[in-house]
């Protein structure tokens, strides 16, 4: 099998993984365990592994000019955005966090035309505009009372919308960090620090959960989102860098909310109806505008392979 070949697979897996993550992590909340205690359970996890596997990979010193850079990556990647997006999912469905999160590229676009002088042209306009009135659609007349395990569906769209902004933020300042060092040098510093930095919210639901009493079906789901999104997806999107292109992995970002559309009514733990469709066309395309390339500019779309949120 050519390298090529194996590199699609790894994208894809990783799109994968990161689709059904809606489902399977919203489950387990909150009966098992809180969105909050889930962070600190996710931090501690993700970090002790980037720091078993950069035993094994070179060692790199980081610049004492880029600490302020990391602490704020940190805290946006690591903390609000974790915070907002497991607490926002625990109040909504997974179809909702699906569509929101593809939002990611608009926000790094807005971001990018503020901080980074990108040219915004009237196609890519009309992309932010499409793309939030998805958003808005879902917030505004996305609840539902069918759908179980949601209690407050329009408080957790709008936590998730501060999520894919968090995380837009995060991808900006992170990026020029990418160029230096590993994506292994960089984890196993964020993740530490967002051990720190959500300690004091997260600590007492994590306390709170019953671990000598959770049954396989609420554990394989909490190693899924340690294990699997949050560190085979680096692995596999790394491995995938170094054969594809960007623009072809960043062609998977669409494919990431139609799987978390499928997982989750396959599964019977969300419905799609009317508002959820109409959103879902908005945001796609929205989010297809602001990505395609106008000359010599373009949106970092594929920059979601540092993802450390969903």
Known sequence: MSNRILALFAAFGATTIYGMNHTIAKVVMPHYIGAFGFIMLRVVGAATLFWIVSLFTPKEVVDRKDYTRIFFAALLGMCINMLMFFKGLQLSTPINSGVIVTLTPIIILILSAFFLKEKLTNMKFLGITLG???????????????????????????????????????LVIVKPLTKKYSTVTLMKWMFLLGIVMTFPVTYSEFTEVSWSTLPFDAIWRMAFVIVGTTFLTYMFNVYALKTLP???????????????????????????????????????????????????????????????AN
Not at 135 to 149: F, P, R
Not at 275 to 296: E, H, M, R
């Open 132 to 170: 939030f009135s998805g958003a808005l659609l879902l917030i505004l007349y996305g609840n539902t009372s069918q759908v179980v395990n949601a209690p407050n569906v329009s408080l957790g769209n709008s936590m998730m919308l501060i999520n894919s902004i968090s995380f837009g933020a995060y």
């Open 246 to 308: 960007a623009t072809t992995i960043g062609a998977f970002t669409y494919l990431q909310p139609l799987i978390t559309i499928v997982y989750a009514v396959i599964t019977g733990n969300d419905i799609l109806d009317g508002v959820k469709i109409l959103a879902c066309f908005l945001v796609f395309a929205g989010v297809y505008l602001v990505s395609k390339k106008s000359g010599n500019h373009s949106i970092p779309v594929s920059d979601k392979r540092i993802n450390s």
